[in-house]
């Protein structure tokens, strides 16, 4: 169900990351798990991807699926909070994150910016807020937050705005914000 509902914005991130071959990619809350396969993809045998979440559901059939990646160490599983991500400093090429900081406090971006290398990018994919906000789900725990207010957090976390793309169209349109470490 997961990957049927984001499927669009999750190949629009990956798409967005513009992978190189050998780099390192990670997708921070991979929930269903669509993305590690088109990670895995674009950065083919000699690249890495590293993939986060806090649910062992979704990690042990994370592990299932692509049991032979995880064996040859080209894919990296890790339980792991959003906040506290079990990656070295400046250690990834490219991150991406979908449909999580709802649930995360601001330190998210502050993690997303350590683990960039310095030419890093990421991509971060949430719902329009005013969209957001109709969805009854919404009302149980998620934190909405205004497309401005996400960029100045960004700014704030040492990570300078490329692109603001929208997935969809209309004024409900998916965002996707890339951004990379600002140069110092």
């Known amino acids: 169900m ?3 509902a984001n499927r669009a914005a999750v190949a629009a991130a990956v798409e967005a990351l513009a992978l ?3 780099e390192v990619a990670a997708d921070i809350g991979f929930g ?5 396969a088109l990670l895995l993809d674009r950065v083919g045998p000699a690249g890495r991807v590293h993939g986060l979440d806090v649910s062992r559901v979704m990690l042990d059939r994370a592990r299932r699926k692509h049991r032979r990646l995880v064996a040859d160490g080209r894919l990296v599983l890790h339980e792991a909070s959003m906040t506290d991500l ?3 400093d400046a250690s990834v090429d490219a991150a991406m994150t979908v449909n999580t900081i709802y649930f995360v406090p601001d330190d998210l971006f502050n993690e997303l910016a350590r683990v960039l290398s310095p030419a890093g990018r990421l991509v971060l994919g949430f719902g329009d807020p005013v969209a957001m906000a109709r969805e009854p789900v919404t009302a149980h725990g998620f934190r909405i937050r205004a ?3 996400v960029e100045a957090t960004l700014t704030a976390a040492g990570l300078t705005l490329l692109d603001h793309r929208g997935v969809g ?3 409900d349109a998916f965002h996707l914000l890339v951004a990379q470490p600002t140069a110092a």
């Not at 269903?32 to 590690?36: D, E, F």
């Open 169 to 171: 169209s209309g004024p």
């Open 32 to 36: 269903g798990g669509l993305s590690l």
């Open 86 to 88: 079990p990656l070295a």
């Open 20 to 22: 190189a071959p050998g």
């Open 147 to 149: 497309v401005a207010e």
């Open 2 to 4: 997961l990957n049927r």
